[in-house]
């Protein structure tokens, strides 16, 4: 699979990016490794912040390759299938955020109370971790992509 095999089967379009989209990008992953690390907020909320830091990374990286994921059930795990294919995660950091994004769901829709100080803690550390190799690989691999400073 590639992402233009992702794209001739309607699960992502292609559409160019911006320096300004992407830092733009880089300030919510940015402010939801920060809120998943306030303790008074309840662990639910903070893995919540967390995934969607790591999810946003996750876009950063498909918009950055030139593609959005199509409105459409399922496009968060398109997104997240999509890291193989922009930044070559492999299959272990795949399976923790297809775990991290049911958690999440169930947090949201399900049930308050959920999360545990170890899935807090993993969603904290992935987010932080695809935000570092995200950071890098636009670096290597789409310079004039990268916010100045």
């Given amino acids: 699979m590639s992402l233009e ?7 992502i379009v292609a559409e160019p990016t911006s320096g300004d989209e992407i830092q733009r990008l880089l300030s919510i992953v940015d402010r939801g490794i920060a809120d998943a690390k306030i303790e ?9 912040a967390a995934f969607s830091a790591a999810l946003t990374a996750a876009t950063i990286a498909l918009r950055a390759s030139g593609y959005r994921t199509k409105t459409q059930v399922g496009h968060h795990l398109k997104t997240i299938e999509c890291m193989e294919f922009t930044l070559g995660v492999d299959s272990k950091l795949l399976n923790k955020m297809r775990a ?10 399900d049930a308050a ?6 899935e807090l803690k993993l ?5 932080t971790e695809l935000r570092t190799d995200v950071t890098v690989w636009l670096t290597n691999h789409h ?6 400073s």
Avoid: T
């Avoid at 095999?5 to 699960?11: D, F, K, V």
């Avoid at 008074?40 to 919540?48: K, T």
């Avoid at 991290?100 to 829709?109: C, G, P, Q, T, W």
């Avoid at 969603?123 to 987010?127: E, G």
């Fill in 5 to 11: 095999q992702y794209a001739r089967n309607g699960w």
């Fill in 40 to 48: 008074a907020i309840s662990p639910d909320l903070r893995m919540v």
């Fill in 100 to 109: 991290l994004s049911k958690k999440r769901n169930a947090a949201s829709y």
């Fill in 113 to 118: 109370g959920n999360v545990s100080e170890q």
């Fill in 123 to 127: 969603a904290i550390s992935v987010a």
């Fill in 143 to 148: 310079p004039q992509l990268v916010p100045k």
